[in-house]
């Protein structure tokens, strides 16, 4: 699979993310190096996931056993995954697993396919019209095989381990709701 498109190509890839050295973790700052396509910038995030052990559910269902890790938003009480700027310097996949360790302090397997790509706006300039703010995102599948005690953004961004079945059925329920 590939995704092209204002000078840019996303192929089909399956690799584990990175280590990183034994030097300290920092985070990247700044906007120096964030790619654009036609004023939207793009980011690329990760759904990170694990499987629980079959001793540790009551039930045989697969579905049961997911469980996907959300982390708060800074200044905010709402749950996310990991995203930010894809930056020239790497693929999309490379962000996506650079942003997972940055910001959930996880790493893993990255899957070689793209779940979703979407448009939105940056919280900033959600009342405008313009392309100003304008960005597309790149979601992955990420199979957490290690979980760090001490990462880059841990002091702004809380973990939490949900079930996947558990939270499709909240969802579900916050839409009912709204009808």
């Not at 584990?16 to 910038?41: F, H, I």
């Not at 893993?108 to 793209?114: E, F, K, M, R, S």
């Not at 992955?140 to 079930?163: G, I, M, Q």
Request: aromatic share 10%.
């Amino acid at each position: 699979m590939a995704l092209s498109g204002g000078g840019f190509e996303v192929k089909s890839f399956s690799f584990r993310c990175a280590r990183m050295s034994s030097s300290p973790l920092l985070s990247r700052k700044g906007r120096q190096q964030q790619r654009y396509d036609n004023q939207r910038r793009l980011v690329a995030g990760c759904i990170p996931y694990k499987l629980n052990r079959e001793d540790d559910t009551q039930s045989d269902d697969l579905l049961d056993r997911v469980e996907v890790l959300m982390i708060s938003s800074p200044g905010r009480y709402d749950l996310i995954f990991p995203k930010g700027g894809w930056e020239t310097d790497e693929t999309a996949g490379e962000a996506a697993c650079r942003e997972a360790l940055e910001e959930a302090g996880v790493r893993g397997i990255l899957n070689d396919t793209v779940l979703g790509v979407w448009e939105f706006r940056s919280k900033s300039t959600q009342d405008t019209c313009s392309l100003e703010g304008a960005c597309r995102g790149y979601m992955f599948a990420l199979e957490v095989t290690e979980e760090l005690e001490c990462y880059p953004e841990k002091d702004c961004h809380e973990r939490k381990w949900e079930n996947l079945y558990l939270l499709f059925l909240s969802y579900l329920s916050h839409q009912a709701s709204g009808l």
